[in-house]
């Protein structure tokens, strides 16, 4: 199988929306992984004052936690999928939550650069097609010393996390998605994560582009050597 990108995987999401919040929910630890990325940015005083750009939103999971992270921010959430973004859109928000409809890729020219005090990427950075022009982009709409946290799928190197996955894929979340009608999109998701970087190479991919401090900081449950927070601080004023 041939990855999805650009305009085919934002359709396949598309598709798979209707089922993803209740496919999701069944994910042991889901929810509370997500939580504590956000956590992991470290935003002061509930994040009052804060602008903060939630990329890959898509049915809004990141944004709430973003909110249980920080309160008080104003969060932007962006997503490629009109599918994902209109189910996120139709929940109960507060005041200050936004959603932008655009590939991360169009951002350039859709948002001021600067003009964000931290950024979170959600299992996003392995479904582009150039990682690298992305948090190239990042960093520029990162205010001087904005914070980066990146929650993503990056196996950990050893084959024992690689044979994990692709258990954990074969047997729970591939059957769960042809049961939904959306084979193609999680058959796509085994295979980005089986191609895309390892934690350590993820990391060295950031430190490439200019974030400073990175750190890379594993998660607990079935997850462990799998799902990884990247933690990163853009240039400095």
């Known amino acids: 199988m041939t990855l999805l990108r650009g305009d085919a995987l934002s359709a396949a999401f598309d598709h798979g929306s209707a089922a993803y919040d209740r496919l999701?929910?069944?994910?042991?630890?889901?929810h509370a992984h997500l939580r504590r990325s956000?956590?992991?940015?470290?935003l002061p005083d509930g994040g009052r004052g804060l602008r903060v750009l939630d990329l890959g939103c898509g049915t809004g999971a990141s944004t709430a936690a973003l909110l249980a992270a920080?309160?008080?921010?104003?969060?932007?959430?962006?997503?490629?999928?009109?599918?994902?973004?209109?189910?996120?859109?139709?929940?109960?928000?507060?005041?200050?939550?936004?959603?932008?409809?655009?590939?991360v890729e169009e951002l350039a020219g859709r948002l001021r650069p600067g003009s964000f005090d931290a950024v979170f990427a959600g299992y996003l950075f392995r479904n582009l097609a150039d990682p690298d022009k992305a948090l190239d982009l990042v960093r520029g709409l990162l205010a001087p010393g904005g914070r980066l946290?990146?929650?993503?799928?990056?196996?950990?190197?050893?084959?024992?996390?690689?044979?994990?996955?692709?258990?954990?894929?074969?047997?729970?979340?591939?059957?769960?998605?042809?049961?939904?009608g959306d084979d193609g999109l999680y058959r796509h998701l085994r295979?980005?994560?089986?191609?895309?970087?390892?934690?350590p190479a993820f990391a060295g991919r950031l430190r490439r582009a200019g974030f400073r401090d990175v750190r890379v900081l594993p998660l607990p449950g079935w997850q462990?050597?799998?799902?990884h927070t990247f933690v990163g601080v853009g240039e400095r004023s």
């Open 24 to 30: 999701v929910a069944a994910s042991p630890g889901y």
């Open 38 to 42: 956000a956590r992991r940015l470290g």
């Open 70 to 103: 920080a309160p008080h921010a104003r969060i932007t959430g962006v997503d490629a999928s009109a599918g994902m973004l209109d189910r996120a859109a139709a929940k109960s928000w507060p005041e200050g939550v936004d959603f932008l409809h655009a590939p």
């Open 149 to 180: 946290a990146v929650h993503e799928y990056t196996l950990g190197g050893s084959p024992v996390h690689r044979a994990v996955w692709n258990t954990v894929c074969a047997t729970v979340i591939q059957p769960a998605g042809r049961l939904a």
């Open 191 to 199: 295979r980005s994560v089986i191609e895309f970087d390892t934690a």
């Open 224 to 227: 462990t050597g799998i799902t």
